[in-house]
C-alpha cells in the first residue's frame, strides 16, 4: 500500500480499543493476553489494515464487497498466528477466507503472511467471534467454518469459558449453508468429551467424521506450529466434521 491514509495510520490503536472493549459483554471464551508484539506486527496492522482488516461494527456485511467478488467462502474462528488460515487461502484461490482472531500479535503475524503471498481471497476481523457472528455475519453466509484448537479451560470451574456450547453451535449453524460443513479440532481430551457431548444434542448438525490421530491424519486441514508444539508433548488429537443439516 503505497499511501498511509489517517484510518491505516491509526489501525492498529483502533483495533486495540476494539479488542479491549470486548471485556464488556459477560463470560467469554477468551483473556486477552498482553503477548509481545514486535515492531514488524505492529507496522503491519498500522498500514495493512486497510488492504486486509474489517473493522468491526453492528451491521451486517456484505461479503461479495468486502472481497470484491462473488465466491464460495470459509470462516475460521480464532486463527491465531494464521498460519494455518494463510496456507489454506494460498492453496484455494477460487474460495474467499474470513479469520476472526482477538490478539494482535496474532493478527499482525497473519497480516504480514497475507502480504508476503499477496493473497487477494483473505480477510481478517479483530473482535471477539460470537459478536461478530451475532451482529457482523449474514445466514447462510459460509460454505464451511473451521475451529482449531480453542482454548480448553481445563480447570472445572473455567468449563463455562469454553467456546463450544449448545448456544455456539446453533449460531454457528445459522451462518453456514445447509449441507455446508463446520471442521473443529482439539488436543485436550477433556474438551473432546465435552463437545461430543455438546454435538450429540444438536438437531443441527450430524457428524460425518470423527477422527483421533497422532499428528499424521488431520482432517482437510495443514497442521499448525501449535499443533506441532502439542504433539511433542503427547498430545493426540480429535477432530470432527460436522454437516449442517
Same mark, same amino acid.
Given at each position: ?24 459483554? $459477560? ?14 506486527? @505492529? ?14 461494527? $453492528?451491521?451486517? #456485511?456484505? #461479503? ?20 494455518? #488460515?494463510? #496456507?489454506?487461502?494460498? @492453496? ?42 451475532? @451482529? ?110
Amino acid at each position: 500500500m503505497n499511501e498511509r491514509t489517517p484510518r491505516a495510520l491509526t489501525a492498529e490503536f483502533e483495533l486495540g480499543d476494539q479488542i479491549k472493549a470486548n471485556s464488556r459483554r $459477560g463470560v467469554r471464551s477468551f483473556v486477552r493476553r498482553a503477548g509481545r508484539i514486535t515492531p514488524a506486527q @505492529q507496522r503491519a496492522i498500522r498500514q495493512l489494515w486497510q488492504r486486509f482488516g474489517v473493522d468491526f461494527s $453492528g451491521a451486517a #456485511l456484505n #461479503l461479495d464487497d468486502v472481497f470484491g467478488r462473488r465466491a464460495g467462502r470459509v470462516l475460521e474462528i480464532g486463527f491465531g498466528n494464521g498460519e494455518s #488460515l494463510i #496456507l489454506q487461502a494460498a @492453496q484455494n484461490p477460487a474460495l474467499d477466507y474470513l479469520g476472526i482472531e482477538v490478539h494482535r500479535p496474532g493478527i499482525g503475524h497473519c497480516l504480514l503472511g497475507a502480504e508476503a503471498r499477496n493473497l487477494r481471497n483473505l480477510r481478517v476481523i479483530g473482535h471477539d467471534a460470537v459478536e461478530v457472528l451475532q @451482529q457482523q455475519i449474514a445466514g447462510n453466509a459460509f460454505g464451511r467454518v473451521n475451529l482449531y484448537f480453542p482454548d480448553p479451560w481445563p480447570k472445572k470451574r473455567h468449563h463455562k469459558r469454553r467456546l463450544l456450547q449448545a448456544g455456539f453451535l446453533d449460531l454457528v449453524a445459522a451462518r453456514i449453508v445447509a449441507g455446508g460443513a463446520f471442521y473443529i479440532a482439539t488436543d485436550w481430551r477433556n474438551y473432546a468429551e465435552h463437545i461430543d457431548e455438546v454435538v450429540a444434542a444438536s438437531t443441527a448438525f450430524s457428524v460425518h467424521e470423527r477422527r483421533e490421530h497422532d499428528g499424521l491424519q488431520p482432517l482437510d486441514r495443514p497442521t499448525t506450529k501449535f499443533e506441532r508444539r502439542g504433539l511433542a508433548r503427547g498430545y493426540k488429537i480429535t477432530e470432527w466434521r460436522l454437516v449442517r443439516i
